[in-house]
């Protein structure tokens, strides 16, 4: 058996062991037979481990919340900052979620409920949303919510000064009103299918007007608003600390005293605080030890799906990215299903297009494999016959990225391409490829998405997420359909054009849909998983002690 036999091999059993189709057994026998090196069956063993199915980890039916307590929660990735107006890291967002409120938010089956806002009506044109909010709320100084907090938080967000990657979130809403002190009126541009999941986002965060203008519009080191939990310390790589808000709006919420949430990059270091007990509950459990973490019978396993996208994007305004046949070519010569191995541990959906295969908006695409002899063709058409020099950047915490870059970076020299890897820290990723687009390739990925408009404003000219430079005026003019109907079958349809007129563009080259899990201690007791990712659900979990 040639080595290219042996991987195609190997990845055709790792897909039915990831899926569950074979047990371990089989998976090992089948591959011992085929004859199979000893990384290929090692990597397969733990692939066919017990499928985790649970998307939740929920009390007793009979069983009363305990209040109290500190719950620890290892976090993967270092916030760099505490202002999600400005910049759009999922780090971010999964420490201000407990601080902050938003209008809606999301549930764990994807669908949207009011959070500030107590009701809402929408004009029969789709231009007016109307939101009543809750009476009572406080923020965590001990003032009254007012709609004109409300107002303040959108219009500072998609102010040319806050320079915010997420101004576009609010791109379909054409001013704001306050009329009263409960009611808040947002007049729209054109009808928008999706701004009741927008509003569940991180970047539409309601801030209290009074607290950023006393702190000289600085936000990015300290916070106050509305949610479950009070800003207490934030050490740079560190941790963050809060502590129970005692006049949440939600009675009886949150259950324990305080979160303590320690930076733990590294994944063996969160694996271990888990199993250790060092801390309660981990994120992103890394996907190499799921095997071990869910045979450890003092823990617990979160999750699996996830709405999410990893992929290679390129700087369409730098030689020779500018260039189709070399996107072309890179695209041809991507194994993904070689990149689920070393990167997610085969606990992973490769893709060409945006979605996984069954979310509503997908368009149906067979993965294709890696042909290297087609890769080599159009390199020599595009005049790169020998190849040439570049960059991959990526990030260096999220460990499914940084090790794709590096597989990545391998199957680039088969068709000539030396590729230097950059893998940097959070906040100068951010810079160099988001804020500066100093970058020529750029392994990254996007998640949390509830309405697919929000990976389609990444393709729309002009907008602050679409980093690659990206322009198809047939694709801008989709992206407006999109949200102008509210018919699903009718804007599925849109959306798959828009992924085909994509894969003819390659603006990215999508990679896989990585599935995500949490560990907790098997005394951590009502936590619920979320597809987007979002830890919202610590409000309510308690600990049995």
């Keep these: 058996m040639t ?5 195609r091999s190997y990845h055709r059993l790792l897909a039915d062991a990831a899926a569950g189709r074979l047990t371990r057994r089989e998976v090992l026998a089948r591959g011992a037979a085929l004859g199979l090196a000893a990384p290929f069956l090692s990597a397969l063993a733990t692939a066919a481990g017990p499928r985790v199915a649970a998307a939740s980890v929920s009390a007793a039916q009979d069983a009363t919340p305990k209040p109290g307590g500190v719950l620890k929660v290892g976090l993967q990735a270092d916030p760099t900052a505490l202002d999600p107006h400005k910049q759009s890291l999922t780090a971010i967002w999964h420490v201000v979620e407990h601080i902050y409120d938003r209008l809606t938010r999301v549930r764990a089956d994807l669908t949207v409920e ?20 809750r009476p009572g709320v406080t923020f965590h100084d001990g003032t009254p919510l007012k709609a004109s907090d409300v107002k303040f938080s959108f219009e500072r967000l998609v102010a040319p000064e806050t320079a915010s990657t997420s101004a576009a979130d609010l791109a379909s809403v054409a001013s704001v009103e306050a009329p009263d002190d409960a009611t808040v009126v947002l007049n729209l541009v054109a009808p928008d299918a999706s701004l009741l999941a927008v509003l569940a986002g991180q970047s539409c965060i309601v801030m209290s007007e009074a607290f950023v203008k006393a702190n000289n519009n600085d936000v990015s080191q300290t916070a106050m608003g509305t949610g479950p939990f009070t800003f207490g310390e934030y050490i740079p790589n560190t941790r963050v600390t809060l502590a129970k808000n005692p006049t949440y709006w939600e009675a009886g919420l949150p259950y324990v005293d305080g979160l303590e949430l320690t930076i733990a990059s590294d994944d063996t270091s969160r694996t271990t605080a888990v199993v250790t007990g060092t801390v309660d509950m981990i994120e992103y459990a890394p996907l190499r030890d799921i095997e071990i973490l869910e045979q450890d019978a003092n823990l617990q396993l979160a999750g699996e799906s996830n709405t999410n996208i990893r992929f290679i994007g390129f700087n369409l305004t730098r030689e020779p990215f500018t260039n189709p046949l070399v996107r072309q070519a890179i695209a041809a010569v991507v194994d993904r299903e070689a990149m689920l191995g070393p990167t997610v541990f085969g606990r992973g959906t490769p893709t060409e297009t945006l979605f996984p295969p069954d979310f509503w908006a997908a368009l149906p695409q067979e993965v294709r494999p890696a042909d290297v002899d087609r890769a080599r063709q159009l390199m020599a058409e595009a005049g790169f016959p020998d190849g040439f020099q570049t960059t991959i950047t990526s990030w260096s915490q999220y460990s499914f990225l940084s090790n794709a870059a590096v597989v990545l970076q391998e199957q680039l020299n ?3 391409i030396a590729a230097e890897l950059n893998l940097v820290e959070n906040a100068t990723m951010i810079e160099q490829v988001y804020v500066a687009k100093e970058f020529d390739i750029a392994v990254t990925g996007e998640s949390a998405y509830v309405d697919p408009h929000a990976l389609m404003l990444n393709f729309k000219a ?3 997420g679409n980093f690659t430079g990206y322009a198809n005026p047939r694709v801008d003019e989709l992206v407006a359909q999109g949200i102008a109907v509210t018919d699903q079958a009718q804007r599925a349809e849109i959306y798959q054009e828009i992924q085909r007129l994509l894969l003819q563009d390659l603006p990215w080259v999508s990679l896989f849909v990585a599935n995500q899990y949490e560990a907790l201690r098997s005394d951590v007791m009502g936590y619920e998983h979320i597809p987007t990712g979002s830890n919202h659900a610590l409000r309510r979990t308690w600990l049995d002690r």
């Design 114 to 133: 009011p959070e500030l806002a107590e009701s809402w009506t929408i004009s029969p044109d789709g231009l007016v949303y109307t939101f009543k909010l």
């Design 414 to 416: 088969q068709i000539g």
């Design 462 to 464: 002009g907008e602050a």
């Design 3 to 7: 080595i290219r036999d042996e991987r």
